[in-house]
């Protein structure tokens, strides 16, 4: 095992959208940072969410102003940062006869376009659904009001790829499959010892300060041996999402009301299908083997079905997939009414700061890796002297305006004319300005390398490998894109199969080792 000699700034465990999101702050404000994933980066719930940049319409409900505000402000801010992963997108709330009244959906609403600042996102409007097209789809005669308002959808894995992306272009060393499996203090300073998994290879780290960002393993990772007796406890909540066959041609998204007081949304999704989701219950077990149940899926398909005049059954389904969200235990009752709001826990056992996270949802990470950094600035380098720099700095591919991104598709296909329209748009949203990076100067598609099927090709699986850390076919295909929807077993398969030939994989694991595999 080998001690390395550099002492860090500040050492992180936990390559989701927390652990990320500090690493990039902290490394912007001049920190040297160490972020090590047990897994591949975003593989926990970081993307296992319904893919919302939102300020979460029924947290007000549960009175949760600060949250709301605070993530209203956080929409539009993201969007701009990232305007090639994150888009705006309008919500269709039919009013539900002996639920919610109309006049409660109404002021909720209008807390929600006036709490956060909205500049740039279109307000609420009243829509008849008689005549509007977005009640086509509903129920005919059931429902005959709603209101439209506005949100964000997101790439959630590739916002936290992309955020590790600008974290390690600032000088953070980012480190997948490392798996944390002792924490001490030793010398003055948190010795950190991790097992890189593919290669064995074991080092220590050290650091002045220390992050527990592990989200559904955040209590595991204080029981490494940190000397932390954490007061805070963490609320295991499983949330399932079904993906089918697209149920509608407009571009609007619907969030259903339910009887037991929960929503569901319907949100297209890649082009040619339909995301729903999400369920809310309590979860015991590894986070790492959670899956959607026939209970979560015949709720979900029941859900939209008190809507939509398509019926839609499990065998519709597509592809599911369930995450565990790390909830600051408050004490409620239910799943539902638990609190979204993240919560530190910073500890200094022997005067060294270990701060641990608690909760927190996507759409305020940001904000949350800016707070985390206030609460360590005393013990850290560079103090506040870039505060606030995350919410003016573009993430890689993103530097471009919000209106901008059709505009990049046309540029790709005159620039690349091998490119087919659906080829171009999907590389324009996956890498945004970086898409031209990706693709060099590379005159024809046979350029381009091996074809694995649904436009993935060889350039951009040795880029994803090269820059983005992905090691498997799973990382390329349902992480760092969502082409597993499009591929056949056998393709993903054969890309498997490729990496493992090519040598790609070695290639990676010695890098990630540092040269030791």
């Given at each position: 095992m080998r001690l390395l000699e550099r002492i860090y700034d500040l050492a992180i465990v936990g390559g989701g959208v927390n652990g990320c999101g500090i690493a990039r702050d902290a490394a912007g404000r001049g920190n040297s940072v160490f972020l090590c994933e047990m897994n591949d980066l975003a593989s926990g719930t970081s993307s296992w969410s319904t893919k919302l940049v939102?300020?979460?319409?029924?947290?007000?409900?549960?009175?949760?102003?600060?949250?709301?505000?605070?993530?209203?402000?956080?929409?539009?801010?993201?969007?701009?940062?990232?305007?090639?992963?994150?888009?705006?997108?309008?919500?269709?709330?039919?009013?539900?006869?002996?639920?919610?009244?109309?006049?409660?959906?109404?002021?909720?609403?209008?807390?929600?376009?006036?709490?956060?600042?909205?500049?740039?996102?279109p307000a609420t409007r009243s829509v008849n659904l008689a005549t509007d097209a977005v009640g086509k789809p509903l129920l005919p005669n059931r429902y005959s009001k709603a209101f439209e308002y506005s949100d964000c959808f997101v790439d959630d894995a590739r916002l936290v790829v992309l955020t590790a992306r600008d974290a390690a272009d600032r000088g953070a060393d980012i480190r997948t499959r490392t798996r944390a499996v002792e924490i001490r203090q030793a010398d003055g300073v948190w010795q950190v010892t991790v097992v890189h998994t593919p290669s064995g290879a074991r080092e220590t780290v050290r650091a002045k300060a220390l992050v527990n960002a592990g989200g559904p393993w955040v209590e595991q990772v204080l029981a490494s041996g940190a000397g932390v007796n954490a007061k805070a406890k963490v609320r295991l909540v499983q949330g399932s999402h079904i993906v089918v066959r697209k149920l509608y041609d407009h571009d609007r998204a619907y969030i259903f009301q339910n009887a037991d007081g929960r929503i569901v949304f319907?949100?297209?999704?890649?082009?040619?299908?339909?995301?729903?989701?999400?369920?809310?219950?309590?979860?015991?077990?590894?986070?790492?083997?959670?899956?959607?149940?026939?209970?979560?899926?015949?709720?979900?398909?029941?859900?939209?079905?008190?809507?939509?005049?398509?019926?839609?059954?499990?065998?519709?389904?597509?592809?599911?997939?369930?995450?565990?969200?790390?909830?600051?235990?408050?004490?409620?009752?239910?799943?539902?009414?638990?609190?979204?709001?993240?919560?530190?826990?910073?500890?200094?056992?022997?005067?060294?700061?270990?701060?641990?996270?608690?909760?927190?949802?996507?759409?305020?990470?940001?904000?949350?890796?800016?707070?985390?950094?206030?609460?360590?600035?005393?013990?850290l380098n560079g103090g506040k002297a870039k505060e606030g720099w995350t919410?003016?700095?573009?993430?890689?591919?993103?530097?471009?305006?919000?209106?901008?991104?059709?505009?990049?598709?046309?540029?790709?296909?005159?620039?690349?004319?091998?490119?087919?329209?659906?080829?171009?748009?999907?590389?324009?949203?996956?890498?945004?300005?970086?898409?031209?990076?990706?693709?060099?100067?590379?005159?024809?598609?046979?350029?381009?390398?091996?074809?694995?099927?649904?436009?993935?090709?060889?350039?951009?699986?040795?880029?994803?490998?090269?820059?983005?850390?992905?090691?498997?076919?799973?990382?390329?295909?349902?992480r760092r894109s969502k082409l597993g929807l499009r591929l056949s077993a056998a393709e993903i398969a054969a890309l498997d199969d490729w990496i493992a030939e090519s040598g790609a994989a070695t290639d990676i694991a010695t890098r990630e080792a540092g040269g030791r595999a």
């Open positions: 939102h300020g979460g319409l029924r947290y007000l409900e549960y009175y949760e102003f600060r949250l709301v505000r605070e993530a209203l402000i956080e929409r539009e801010i993201l969007w701009r940062i990232a305007p090639h992963i994150i888009r705006p997108l309008r919500f269709v709330l039919p009013h539900h006869a002996g639920l919610r009244p109309a006049w409660l959906l109404r002021l909720g609403l209008f807390l929600y376009d006036h709490l956060g600042g909205r500049k740039l996102l319907a949100i297209p999704y890649q082009g040619d299908f339909t995301l729903i989701g999400t369920t809310d219950r309590d979860y015991q077990g590894d986070p790492a083997k959670v899956t959607a149940t026939e209970e979560e899926i015949r709720y979900l398909c029941s859900a939209v079905g008190e809507y939509l005049s398509k019926p839609v059954t499990p065998a519709d389904v597509v592809w599911t997939y369930s995450g565990v969200r790390p909830l600051y235990d408050d004490g409620a009752s239910e799943a539902k009414a638990a609190t979204r709001d993240y919560v530190f826990e910073l500890d200094t056992p022997g005067g060294l700061p270990l701060l641990s996270i608690y909760g927190g949802k996507i759409t305020t990470y940001r904000r949350l890796s800016e707070e985390a950094l206030e609460r360590l600035a005393p013990y919410g003016k700095a573009s993430l890689p591919g993103g530097d471009m305006a919000v209106s901008a991104l059709p505009a990049l598709s046309v540029s790709l296909r005159r620039t690349y004319p091998f490119l087919s329209d659906t080829h171009a748009d999907r590389l324009a949203h996956a890498y945004g300005t970086r898409a031209a990076k990706m693709l060099g100067n590379a005159a024809s598609l046979a350029d381009l390398g091996q074809s694995f099927g649904a436009t993935l090709t060889e350039r951009e699986v040795r880029y994803l490998m090269a820059e983005e850390w992905a090691v498997t076919a799973e990382d390329i295909v349902w």
